[in-house]
């Protein structure tokens, strides 16, 4: 069987300063009604990682609309990461989410993008928009992960070094160092969503390796105690590490994406 060739990157400007965000779609040839899916990747990820090309290839097969994109600072959009911050990726993803869909859509958050499809959420709840979010898929959810898993992780010296010289760099198993900047963290600190209960008004799935050393399983936990109001199903995978990126993984995530629509 011939594969569907990969779709070329087009670009959309964003915010004040004109961010050239990359986005890629995979069109619905076939949809039939159903939803369409965006996918919201996560922290120094792009959208050519293993889960957003799997979930982009069963788009094609199946005739269904996948929209995703780089925030800015990421993989093939302008700016640089370290400028960055949860308010201005937000940014980017509803700007996406406005100008390349239509109709209800399921919003697939992985880690970060979790943080960030929860967001999403509450912004078109507070346009009165709640409708069109068909539903939430979440991969190793990282809501509020500056606050809870990065600043209060840090050390006292570490914590100094962000406050006076604006950046540190934490080790990656994943690649280079990755930068945590002081704006990210007081950014991220006006954009927290656990503590207190709230709704999105939709069907949401989360999955979770209980291996995952860079997001603990106790930490989707949080997240599905804030969620009392939805229907609400979580997957724990028990030898599932933060990337659930092998084919048993991608076989539960598109299993989630179908149950919903």
């Known amino acids: 069987m011939t594969e569907t060739p990969e779709p070329a990157p087009f670009f959309l400007l964003v915010g004040d300063d004109e961010r050239r965000i990359a986005v890629r779609v995979t069109a619905d040839a076939a949809a039939n009604g159903r939803p369409g899916v965006v996918w919201c990747g ?9 889960k957003a090309e799997e979930l982009a290839r069963w788009g094609a097969v199946h005739g269904r609309r996948v929209v995703r994109f ?4 990421h993989g093939e959009s302008g700016g640089d990461f370290i400028d960055g911050t949860i308010s201005r990726w937000l940014e980017d993803a509803l700007a996406v989410f406005d100008r390349e869909t239509a109709g209800p859509q399921i919003v697939v958050g992985s880690s970060m993008g979790g943080w960030i ?6 912004a078109l709840a507070a346009r009165g928009e709640s409708a069109r979010l068909a539903g939430l898929v979440l ?6 992960f500056t606050e809870e898993l990065v600043w209060k992780a840090m050390t ?15 080790e990656s198993e994943y690649g280079p160092p990755q930068p945590f900047t002081r704006r990210l963290i007081e950014d991220g600190r006006r954009n927290l969503v656990l503590g207190a209960p709230f709704a999105v008004g939709c069907p949401v799935r989360i999955l979770q390796g209980v291996a995952d050393d860079t997001v603990p399983w106790q930490h989707a936990m949080k997240l599905v105690t804030c969620l009392a109001e939805d229907d609400v199903v979580v997957t724990l995978v028990k030898d599932g590490d933060h990337r659930l990126s092998r084919p048993e993984d ?8 179908e149950s919903i629509g």
């Open 42 to 50: 996560g922290f120094l990820s792009d959208m050519r990682g293993t």
């Open 70 to 73: 780089d925030y800015s600072g």
């Open 117 to 122: 499809a929860l967001l999403l959420a509450r």
């Open 139 to 144: 991969i190793a959810p990282a809501p509020d």
């Open 156 to 170: 006292p010296q570490i914590r100094a070094e962000v406050m006076e010289k604006g950046v540190w760099y934490r």
């Open 250 to 257: 991608i076989e539960r995530i598109l299993a989630a994406v």
